[in-house]
């Protein structure tokens, strides 16, 4: 593989649960090595779906990839097991964090050392506790008793024993203070400037998925509606009303991205 | 009230429940893991004994060569039935699973019966049988000596649990199965183990009750009994099934003492159902039990 293949590339996908409900309807995106790329949209678009379809653990769920592709690394997912890809450098930081409550902080990333040599494994825990200092200070205490942000910061350090080469990152910043999601991103940014690390991230908080990311998509019931470099959405008017919570008005707030399809349209001309 | 009678029939008790214990423990282990309730755990320790008379008796090896050679039979046993059988069923709803295990209970005896026919056996004598006493109580030497390797094994089952890097990957797909496959943990194979694992103790359990009782193909019926240890102690809890094996133990033989054997299913089976009037998680279960 060339460097300059994107580490992740998603090509065009169905999916479906349950063999009913369709969520994702023809949805393409791509992660360049090295990057942070953010992919936003409300409440029930389909972002976790998108990110556990790449992991595979969609089939858990009774979720299936229907059409399209989802290429990591030069290779298609498809062919891999859920624990095969973490071991290929794929790691999936789920939606609610899901530590292990009844396990204690150290065992938790004990538990992240089976998706890497574990003597390469065991040398990151002092990685791991060097960017998350709180972690060394409880990591004989249950991960149950952590508070909300320190279970995102263990959910992160579990990623980092696994050295992945890219990171599908499920909305960080969830029911964290404003102080606690600064620092989570700023560890966030830092893991990937430090560690190479490539990034997906799924975010509610935009202007914050923005201040790291070098390129957002917005996804809405299904598909991608819009994409482009950060810089370039930040100054965009609609995505400052709906998704940056500046100009409008909140009543209007649940008006739909398709509303805007004009603003689509000309944004497809220019690029 | 005679009390020499009275702690007599506890320690008998004890020494029962210790065995109990030790089959909650494979029973609840399974369970944990891999939400499976394993209706066929009394023929898996069946199983594990008749293996023994193989050895001991069929081949007329040493018991201290059968011993381990049983317990590897076992779970070998084990890994084969998780391979063959449990996982093809799994996503599958909970009540096809319990259905699928309580053939496999049949199955298990009627292979028993093909080779060793439907007659109780007798198993090689090992157990030392001087008598033991505790102060003035007299404990029968086997029911002593079973609690005392049934304590052995719970005891190193649980430091093994907590230190050795196999218990995390198996505590983590207990405690949430998708995040453990995100880990990288390979949930399957961590399925695999935890049935060999249980067939292992299983087959100790097997071969202690077995020297008690003697055995037969009816010996199955002793899950019956396990069930109920491990629904009063929660069936996601190990503590609970130590506890609870303990309990149950003593109450069916105070029972059998004082009331008279018919009574003893009666004793238990009323406990179970007042146990799950107060809780219906059992003492120690924390997780909502799939209603079957
Ligand atoms: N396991 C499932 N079975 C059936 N439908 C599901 C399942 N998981 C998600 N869905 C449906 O798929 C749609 C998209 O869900 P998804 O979790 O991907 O949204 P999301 O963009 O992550 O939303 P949020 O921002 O609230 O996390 C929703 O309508 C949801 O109800
Ligand atoms: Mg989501």
């Given at each position: 593989?060339?460097?300059?293949?994107?580490?992740?590339?998603?090509?065009?996908?169905?999916?479906?649960?349950?063999?009913?409900?369709?969520?994702?309807?023809?949805?393409?995106?791509?992660?360049?090595?090295?990057?942070?790329?953010?992919?936003?949209?409300?409440?029930?678009?389909?972002?976790?779906?998108?990110?556990?379809?790449?992991?595979?653990?969609?089939?858990?769920?009774?979720?299936?990839?229907?059409?399209?592709?989802?290429?990591?690394?030069?290779?298609?997912?498809?062919?891999?097991?859920?624990?095969?890809?973490?071991?290929?450098?794929?790691?999936?930081?789920?939606?609610?964090?899901r530590v292990f409550e009844d396990l204690t902080?150290?065992e938790n990333?004990?538990a992240?050392?089976?998706?890497?040599?574990?003597?390469?494994?065991?040398?990151?825990?002092?990685?791991?506790?060097?960017?998350?200092?709180?972690?060394?200070?409880?990591?004989?205490?249950?991960a149950g008793?952590?508070?909300?942000?320190?279970?995102?910061?263990?959910?992160?350090?579990?990623?980092?024993?696994?050295?992945?080469?890219?990171?599908?990152?499920?909305?960080?910043?969830?029911?964290?203070?404003?102080?606690?999601?600064?620092?989570?991103?700023?560890?966030?940014?830092?893991?990937?400037?430090?560690?190479?690390?490539?990034?997906?991230?799924?975010?509610?908080?935009?202007?914050?998925?923005?201040?790291?990311?070098?390129?957002?998509?917005?996804?809405?019931?299904?598909?991608?509606?819009?994409?482009?470099?950060?810089?370039?959405?930040?100054?965009?008017?609609?995505?400052?009303?709906?998704?940056?919570?500046?100009?409008?008005?909140?009543?209007?707030?649940?008006?739909?991205?398709?509303?805007?399809?004009?603003?689509?349209?000309?944004?497809?001309?220019?690029? | 009230?005679?009390?020499?009678?009275?702690?007599?029939?506890?320690?008998?008790?004890?020494?029962?429940?210790?065995?109990?214990?030790?089959?909650?423990?494979?029973?609840?282990?399974?369970?944990?893991?891999?939400?499976?309730?394993?209706?066929?755990?009394?023929?898996?320790?069946?199983?594990?004994?008749?293996?023994?008379?193989?050895?001991?008796?069929?081949?007329?090896?040493?018991?201290?060569?059968?011993?381990?050679?049983?317990?590897?039979?076992?779970?070998?046993?084990?890994?084969?039935?998780?391979?063959?059988?449990?996982?093809?069923?799994?996503?599958?709803?909970?009540?096809?699973?319990?259905?699928?295990?309580?053939?496999?209970?049949?199955?298990?005896?009627?292979?028993?019966?093909?080779?060793?026919?439907?007659?109780?056996?007798?198993?090689?004598?090992?157990?030392?049988?001087?008598?033991?006493?505790?102060?003035?109580?007299?404990?029968?030497?086997?029911?002593?000596?079973?609690?005392?390797?049934?304590?052995?094994?719970?005891?190193?089952?649980?430091?093994?649990?907590?230190?050795?890097?196999?218990?995390v990957?198996?505590r983590a797909?207990a405690g949430d199965?998708?995040a453990a496959?995100?880990m990288?943990?390979?949930?399957?194979?961590?399925?695999?183990?935890?049935?060999?694992?249980?067939?292992?103790?299983?087959?100790?359990?097997?071969?202690?009750?077995?020297?008690?009782?003697?055995?037969?193909?009816?010996?199955?019926?002793?899950?019956?009994?396990?069930?109920?240890?491990?629904?009063?102690?929660?069936?996601?809890?190990?503590?609970?099934?130590?506890?609870?094996?303990?309990?149950?133990?003593?109450?069916?033989?105070?029972?059998?003492?004082?009331?008279?054997?018919?009574?003893?299913?009666?004793?238990?089976?009323?406990?179970?159902?007042?146990?799950?009037?107060?809780?219906?998680?059992?003492?120690?279960?924390?997780?909502?039990?799939?209603?079957?």
């Open positions: 593989m060339t460097s300059a293949s994107p580490i992740l590339d998603i090509r065009n996908i169905e999916v479906v649960y349950n063999n009913t409900i369709q969520v994702l309807r023809g949805l393409s995106l791509s992660v360049p090595r090295g990057a942070v790329v953010a992919l936003l949209g409300s409440n029930g678009a389909g972002k976790s779906t998108t990110l556990k379809a790449i992991s595979r653990l969609l089939e858990l769920e009774r979720g299936e990839l229907k059409s399209g592709d989802i290429v990591f690394d030069g290779q298609s997912v498809q062919s891999d097991t859920p624990h095969g890809l973490v071991r290929r450098g794929l790691f999936h930081v789920m939606e609610g964090r902080v150290e990333l004990t992240a050392t089976y998706a890497n040599d574990i003597t390469e494994a065991k040398k990151r825990f002092e990685l791991v506790y060097e960017y998350f200092p709180r972690l060394y200070e409880r990591r004989d205490g249950l008793y952590l508070s909300g942000g320190e279970q995102q910061m263990l959910a992160i350090g579990r990623a980092l024993i696994a050295n992945p080469e890219i990171i599908l990152l499920d909305e960080p910043s969830l029911g964290l203070s404003p102080l606690f999601t600064e620092e989570i991103f700023g560890i966030i940014a830092r893991i990937n400037n430090e560690q190479g690390t490539s990034m997906l991230l799924v975010e509610q908080n935009a202007a914050m998925a923005f201040a790291v990311a070098d390129y957002g998509y917005i996804m809405e019931t299904g598909k991608i509606v819009l994409d482009g470099p950060t810089e370039l959405l930040t100054n965009d008017a609609d995505v400052q009303e709906f998704y940056l919570g500046m100009g409008g008005h909140d009543d209007e707030e649940h008006k739909s991205f398709r509303d805007i399809k004009h603003y689509k349209r000309r944004k497809r001309w220019l690029s | 009230m005679d009390w020499l009678f009275f702690s007599e029939i506890g320690l008998a008790g004890i020494g029962t429940g210790g065995l109990y214990a030790v089959a909650g423990l494979a029973f609840v282990l399974i369970y944990k893991a891999t939400r499976v309730v394993n209706m066929a755990m009394g023929e898996l320790l069946m199983a594990g004994a008749y293996i023994f008379i193989g050895f001991s008796a069929g081949l007329a090896l040493p018991v201290w060569i059968s011993i381990p050679l049983t317990i590897l039979a076992t779970g070998l046993l084990g890994g084969v039935i998780e391979r063959t059988i449990i996982r093809p069923m799994l996503g599958e709803n909970a009540i096809s699973i319990f259905m699928v295990t309580i053939g496999l209970g049949s199955v298990l005896v009627g292979l028993v019966e093909i080779f060793w026919g439907a007659d109780p056996h007798r198993l090689v004598d090992f157990i030392p049988s001087d008598p033991i006493f505790i102060g003035e109580a007299y404990l029968s030497p086997k029911v002593g000596y079973g609690f005392a390797v049934a304590a052995v094994i719970i005891g190193l089952f649980l430091v093994v649990f907590r230190t050795w890097r196999g218990g990957a198996l797909t199965q998708a496959y995100s990288g943990i390979n949930v399957p194979k961590v399925f695999s183990l935890v049935w060999v694992i249980a067939a292992m103790i299983a087959a100790i359990g097997g071969i202690l009750v077995g020297s008690i009782g003697g055995v037969s193909p009816s010996m199955g019926v002793y899950g019956l009994s396990v069930l109920v240890v491990v629904i009063i102690g929660g069936l996601d809890s190990l503590l609970g099934a130590l506890i609870a094996g303990i309990f149950v133990g003593l109450i069916e033989t105070y029972a059998g003492a004082y009331l008279g054997g018919e009574y003893k299913m009666l004793a238990t089976f009323s406990l179970l159902v007042l146990i799950l009037v107060v809780r219906p998680y059992g003492l120690f279960g924390t997780h909502e039990i799939e209603r079957l």
